[in-house]
């Protein structure tokens, strides 16, 4: 799966949410049958990100992630043998006390975690423990089971569905986002009423309002005068710009839906959370 690709999903938008809010652990577990890869480079590029939207897929740290030439990104391999060799894995624990180079992170990515025997793993433990607060450890595993209860332990498992579905997502964005710049507050409420009546549940609610958020905020950076270099969404931006939201309008709204994006992560029930949406969301437009 392409980086871009992923970047719809909602795995991708919780670690966005988590990252953009300083909150992603520096332990992480890739498992479940979805593209483990893309999502540790993914989580890698957003430890390193600069830009205030983590990661923003754009800034310098982030294309070299992507183009796998960062120089503090490193995906542990041993060619030589069938599992991970201990001695690579001593030179990751060496390693991991030497400084980024120009990151704010040390980022080790363990892309298949069946070739990370039980000898490797007791080596890194400590490490992945009570490493330098920069050091940070993605492992990619299927079955998280091959890694040892005391590394799993330690780590937030972030288990990925198969083939994530990108499609219905981004058509509930665009949905919304085109109630949104229309005004039309009856046809608004009724869409979120919709999403209650199917039983939505809270992390794709996030997911929605997340990816609502930043094409608003894109928006909003081009009303104020600085374009986005990379708009998420080219089509929806254009029909926001072309609606009459204001700035006050477009900065209430995004700050509504991060509020609710919040909101999403506590155990509160779906029913008032878009009902409030709605009424927030008809009084700020
Ligand atoms: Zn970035």
Do not use: W
Request: charged share 25%.
């Amino acid at each position: 799966m392409e980086l871009s690709t992923f970047a719809k999903t909602n795995t991708a938008a919780r670690l966005r949410a988590a990252a953009s809010r300083g909150a992603l652990s520096h332990a992480l577990i890739f498992s479940g049958s979805g593209d483990l890869a893309a999502a540790a480079r993914y989580a890698a590029a957003a430890l390193e990100c600069t830009g205030a939207d983590k990661p923003c897929l754009a800034c310098v740290h982030c294309r070299k992630v992507l183009a796998d030439i960062h120089p503090d990104v490193i995906t542990v391999r041993d060619d030589e043998h069938a599992e991970l060799g201990v001695e690579v894995i001593r030179g990751v624990r060496t390693d991991a006390f030497i400084r980024p180079n120009e990151g704010a992170c040390k980022v080790y990515i363990f892309p298949d975690c069946t070739r990370l025997n039980e000898k490797g793993q007791n080596v890194l433990l400590k490490t992945v423990e009570e490493g330098p607060p920069y050091a940070a450890f993605l492992f990619c595993a299927e079955n998280p089971s091959v890694l040892l209860p005391t590394i799993r332990s330690r780590c937030v498992e972030c288990k990925l569905p198969p083939a994530e579905a990108v499609g219905a997502d981004d058509e509930r964005v665009r949905t919304l986002l085109r109630l949104i710049a229309e005004g039309h507050e009856a046809e608004r409420a009724a869409f979120l009423l919709r999403l209650e009546v199917e039983k939505v549940p809270r992390e794709e609610l996030s997911a929605l309002f997340e990816g609502v958020r930043v094409i608003l905020a894109d928006a909003l950076c081009a009303l104020c005068g600085v374009p986005p270099a990379a708009p998420r969404d080219a089509q929806a931006l254009r029909a926001l710009l072309d609606s009459r939201l204001t700035r006050a309008q477009l900065l209430g709204t995004i700050e509504l839906l991060e509020t609710y994006r919040k909101h999403c992560d506590y155990n509160v029930g779906v029913g008032p959370l878009l009902g409030g949406l709605a009424v927030e969301l008809e009084e700020n437009l």
